[in-house]
């Protein structure tokens, strides 16, 4: 308030960056992405534990947080993941004040889309099932969904039936979510080091007790293991291994056009997912790479399929030029559900395993996160998706529940 009205000439930086990490820390947190930054915040603000530190090998956000497509939302099957993800959202809901950082959440309505009459019952079926859960959910015929977004074309190649709307979904400014973190973490006391790679971890009576880095050994009480698509890198530096594959996910942005998408639309039968930013950019993405990569930038046949469904259904973007692309890796899981719980190796945490959709998730892993290495155990909400669930065949499976990807 003061800067707007002074003309914006005395920000300083918003955190404070460290050069060089001290040798020892109770903490130290692997990745500056939201999850990471959040695990560092929650450990400082809900436990005291200040003596942590951020070790990011590129620059904090850099990663998959600085790279998605902003959405937010809770619309998932099965009550476990609902438990969590709808109190990420919750938290989403007042992190601006919590921060004190505009994060701009922006609750405009995640529609999803149908194309067939089954595509309406899978529909009904997940709107059930979101009410059941206690989250917001209504069930859009073809005429409300043209009220809902009047640019929808409902008639085209795959006519559209109709869909569902959750309106407490919508998205949030995903760099603003790591800064606003970092910012709040490194005034509590935590520290940040940035260009600082993990190499190597050092491993004595099968218990983590140093981090080995390119700016040399960090001794460590514990370690949170926070790097989404280099999970499974990191895990075989410990000795372990991790069901993940890293796949590359790709989105783009349009030029600028005057406002005329207010929802946030999601259409997997088309591969399809698009907003528009506060910059009058269209936001769009859509499918993962077909195969295993670790190539931030997505491939051609994939960015095919996404703009075809997406002038399909929005035929007023059929002559935007699209002004870049990229990619992320991301974590993937074959129950498409994340992972929170200790690690094979004692006194580490793993929290990964996001997939295509942890930003949504970031207030709510990193709450648990350091729960769990402030107690020792689970909180209840992350207990169903401890890495135990691979051997106990207790997954949570959201890519067959709900079709989601990640
Ligand atoms: C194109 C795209 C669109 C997406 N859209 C959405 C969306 O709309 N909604 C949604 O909810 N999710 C979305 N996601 C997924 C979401 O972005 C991720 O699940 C989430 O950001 C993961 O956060 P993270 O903190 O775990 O990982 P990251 O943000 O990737 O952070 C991990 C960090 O670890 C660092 N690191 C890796 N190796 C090392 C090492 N050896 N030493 C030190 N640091 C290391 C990396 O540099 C990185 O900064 C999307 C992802 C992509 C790629």
């Keep these: 308030m003061d800067e707007a009205a002074a003309g914006h000439r ?21 990745g500056g992405g939201g999850h990471g930054l959040s695990t560092a915040y929650h450990l400082a603000r809900n436990h005291g534990i200040r003596r942590v530190c951020v070790v990011e090998k590129g620059w904090i956000g850099g990663g998959n947080t600085g790279r998605n497509t902003i959405t937010i939302r809770s619309n998932y099957f099965y009550p476990e993941s609902v438990a969590l993800y709808d109190l990420a959202l919750r938290l989403y809901e007042r992190l601006s004040v919590e921060l004190n950082f505009n994060i701009m959440v922006s609750q405009r309505g995640v529609v999803r889309l149908a194309h067939s009459e089954a595509d309406m019952e899978l529909c009904a079926r997940f709107v059930n099932a979101m009410l059941l859960n206690g989250v917001d959910a209504e069930l859009l015929d073809e005429a409300a969904l043209r009220a809902e977004i009047p640019a929808l074309n409902t008639r085209g190649r795959y006519p559209l039936f109709g869909g ?29 080091v940035q260009n600082c790679a993990v190499q190597g971890f050092e491993i004595e009576g099968g218990r983590v007790v140093a981090v080995n880095t390119e700016k040399g050994r960090i001794d460590c009480g514990q370690v949170a293991l926070c790097v989404a698509g280099h999970s499974g890198h990191l895990a075989a530096m410990a000795g372990f291994r991790l069901p993940i594959t890293s796949m590359c996910l790709q989105a783009m942005v349009s030029e600028p056009v005057k406002p005329f998408l207010d929802r946030v ?21 859509g499918g993962l790479d077909l195969y295993p990569s670790y190539a931030q930038r997505g491939n051609w046949p994939v960015l095919e399929t996404v703009v075809a469904g997406l002038v ?56 648990l996160t350091a729960h769990l290495i402030a107690h020792g155990e689970h909180h209840p909400v992350s207990r169903p998706f401890d890495l135990d669930r691979f051997a106990t065949g207790r997954l949570i499976d959201e890519a067959a529940a709900s079709g989601i990807a990640h």
């Design 10 to 30: 005395g920000w300083g930086p918003h955190w404070t960056d460290r050069a060089e990490p001290l040798p020892r820390y109770d903490v130290v947190v692997i």
């Design 164 to 192: 569902y709307v959750q309106r407490r979904a919508g998205v949030a400014r995903h760099d603003a979510v790591a800064w606003g973190y970092a910012r709040a973490a490194t005034a509590m006391g935590v520290d940040i």
């Design 265 to 285: 639309i999601m259409d997997p039968p088309t591969g399809t997912y698009v907003s528009q930013s506060d910059k009058g950019e269209l936001v769009v993405g």
């Design 312 to 367: 399909d259904i929005l035929p007023a973007a059929s002559n935007l030029k699209m002004m870049r692309k990229w990619g992320g890796i991301c974590d993937m899981v074959h129950d498409s559900s994340p992972i929170i719980g200790p690690a094979p190796v004692g006194g580490m945490v793993l929290n990964c395993g996001w997939g295509t959709g942890g930003f949504k998730a970031i207030p709510a892993g990193g709450w």
